[in-house]
Nanobody, 124 residues
Framework: QVQLEESGGGLVQVGDSLTLSCAASGRTFETFAMGWFRQAPGNEREFVAAINWSGDTTYYADSVKGRFTISRDNTKNTLYLRMNSLKPDDTAVYYC?????????????????WGQGTQVTVSS
């Protein structure tokens, strides 16, 4: 069993930056790929970014490429999402997830464990 807890969300202005964290516990964090997803009201959960177990391979949705950076610190069992140049369209609940197959998928249903989410609101 794995437990994930996101933190770092909040209310920010357009153009601001924010860093989300996802603390993992319960199993061997460093052996799993991880991802960030987001879900806005009325929308399906969408892929944001993913990172392989070692942190040397990353993937991003086109909508965040160049603005967001996913990273991980396996010594701290923590996943991060640095978000720069935030836009109102980035407003959503952000979730971290673990992929125990290490294939870093971009599809939510292929992830095995999820956090409860943290709200990010970008005000114009």
């Amino acid at each position: 069993q794995v437990q994930l807890e996101e933190s770092g969300g909040g209310l920010v202005q357009v153009g601001d930056s924010l860093t989300l964290s996802c603390a993992a516990s319960g199993r061997t964090f460093e052996t799993f790929a991880m991802g960030w997803f987001r879900q806005a009201p009325g929308n399906e959960r969408e892929f944001v970014a993913a990172i392989n177990w070692s942190g040397d391979t990353t993937y991003y949705a086109d909508s965040v490429k160049g603005r967001f950076t996913i990273s991980r610190d396996n010594t701290k069992n923590t996943l991060y999402l640095r978000m720069n140049s935030l836009k109102p369209d980035d407003t959503a609940v952000y979730y971290c997830a673990i992929d125990i197959t290490n294939t870093t998928p971009m599809t939510a249903r292929l992830y095995d464990y999820w956090g409860q989410g943290t709200q990010v609101t970008v005000s114009s």
